[in-house]
């Protein structure tokens, strides 16, 4: 299982934990099976399409990943916002 | 007193005062988040509101305090798997019956909810129909902005998307048909004008005591339609611009409109530097400057479409719109004389009263 990091205000919907052991061989499924495991989350990470949101940047073991990015067990999956705004 | 919910790029803002003089500020809600839409429910007085986190995507919450705890309503997405995702919410607008709510977004969708605001549902037939391929977007997206109840009737509806016109309902929006004959889309070549369905509404108002009259503002024009949204009349004569985005009614008065004109579709600021409401009191007939106490001179502000409202009871109807400067302005005496409500917020989305 990858380990799923988050912070506020996802934490909070996430039960209030910053980590998490999710199953998944790629992030988008992992991100899936994620929000699935927490329905308060569902919909503010991945959109109704199964894309990740367009301002939400996802770090695999600290370098940028993919919504196909392949992940493993030992893997860490950092959910963050991205630098935008106005 | 007054309670005025300012929605803005930056978050809620609750105010209360009482006309003619400026408003406090008793809350703000949803820090650094863009608040679309807000509405205290007339019949529960629940609040309800729509933001668009950059992040996370739209949702709808809902509060008996804006102070207290928001709880995230739920079913507000598109169906999941689709190749389509909702962008915003742009409106929310009581029903005629407890607990109805409607809410319309980007794509040009309508949710309803049945309980106040707290789970909503999708509506299908409008999801669904098979001209929707054709619908184009205006400049803000396939936005759904416009809900105009039928007042005692439930089952009656108006709504408009830009850009893809009028659409009424008579079952309780189980089918919808177009309702744009009239509508004219200078923005078209003129061999099209005719016939396209590619029509920039920008607001509609109904008149609640006589329902089967509405107004609209129209990406150039301002229209009247004396048969609930069959047919359009054009108006816009004797504006100094019929160009703009709201319109307001004073829901005593059928025959009453209230426009704030822009210079031009490609200059959207108050034209000759002056901040002036519009009013017609015969339907649309002439128009005249209410202006008494507004910005004379250096004032090139713009109001968006969410951003006029009026209270639904009592007279005289009191009358306000913020603009994306910031500043707020309100009206005790249906448009007779204005006074500056509020200012230096952040840009103004949209504008609700409750007295």
């Given at each position: 299982m990858a380990t799923v990091r988050v912070r506020e205000p996802l934490r909070k919907l996430a039960g209030g934990r910053s980590d998490h052991e999710i199953d998944g061989s790629t992030v988008v499924a992992v991100l899936g099976e994620f929000e699935r495991m927490h329905p308060a989350l569902s919909g503010w990470v991945l959109d109704e399409r199964g894309h990740i949101r367009r301002h939400i940047n996802v770090f695999v073991n600290a370098e940028r990943g993919r919504e196909d990015t392949t992940v493993g067990p030992a893997d860490r999956i950092d959910i963050l916002p991205a630098i935008s705004g106005g | 007193m007054t309670e005025l919910l300012v929605a803005t790029k930056k978050g809620l803002c609750v105010l209360e005062g009482d006309p003619g003089a400026p408003f406090a500020l008793k809350a703000r809600a949803f820090a650094g988040e863009p608040v679309e839409y807000a509405l205290r429910c007339p019949r529960s007085g629940r609040l309800v509101a729509s933001v668009t986190s950059a992040f996370h995507g739209p949702k709808i919450w809902y509060a008996d305090d804006a102070t207290g705890e928001w709880e995230q309503a739920s079913g507000v997405a598109l169906p999941e798997g689709g190749d389509a995702a909702l962008q915003r919410i742009w409106v929310i607008v009581a029903g005629e019956t407890d607990g109805l709510l409607y809410a319309g977004g980007d794509p040009g969708v309508l949710f309803e909810s049945r309980d106040g605001g707290t789970t909503w549902e999708l509506n299908r037939a409008l999801w669904d129909h098979p001209s929707r391929t054709d619908w184009q977007p205006g400049g803000g997206g396939l936005c759904l902005h416009s809900i105009v109840p039928w007042p005692g009737q439930p089952d009656r509806l108006a709504v408009a998307i830009s850009a893809a016109g009028v659409w009424l309902t008579d079952d309780g929006a189980k089918t919808w048909r177009r309702?744009?004959?009239?509508?004219?889309?200078?923005?078209?070549p003129e061999e099209d004008q005719a016939d396209s369905d590619t029509l920039c509404v920008h607001s509609l108002q109904r008149a609640p005591l006589q329902p089967e009259r509405i107004f609209m503002q129209f990406h150039g024009g301002v229209y009247r339609s004396d048969d609930a949204g069959e047919t359009w009349t054009e108006i816009g004569s004797g504006l100094p611009s019929d160009f703009g985005f709201p319109i307001a009614v004073d829901p005593t008065d059928p025959d009453s409109a209230f426009v704030i004109p822009l210079n031009a579709d490609m200059d959207r600021v108050t034209s000759e530097g002056r901040m002036r409401v519009y009013e017609t009191r015969d339907a649309g007939a002439s128009w005249s400057a209410r202006d008494a106490g507004l910005p004379e001179r250096d004032a090139y502000l713009t109001v968006l479409r969410q951003a006029f409202c009026r209270t639904d009871?009592?007279?005289p109807v009191e009358l306000y719109f913020g603009a994306t400067s910031g500043d707020v302005f309100g009206s005790g005496d249906g448009g007779e004389s204005w006074c500056?409500?509020?200012?230096?917020?952040?840009?103004?989305?949209s504008v609700t009263a409750i007295r």
């Open positions: - | 309702g744009n004959a009239g509508l004219v889309g200078r923005y078209l009871d009592g007279s500056q409500v509020a200012d230096r917020l952040p840009p103004v989305h």
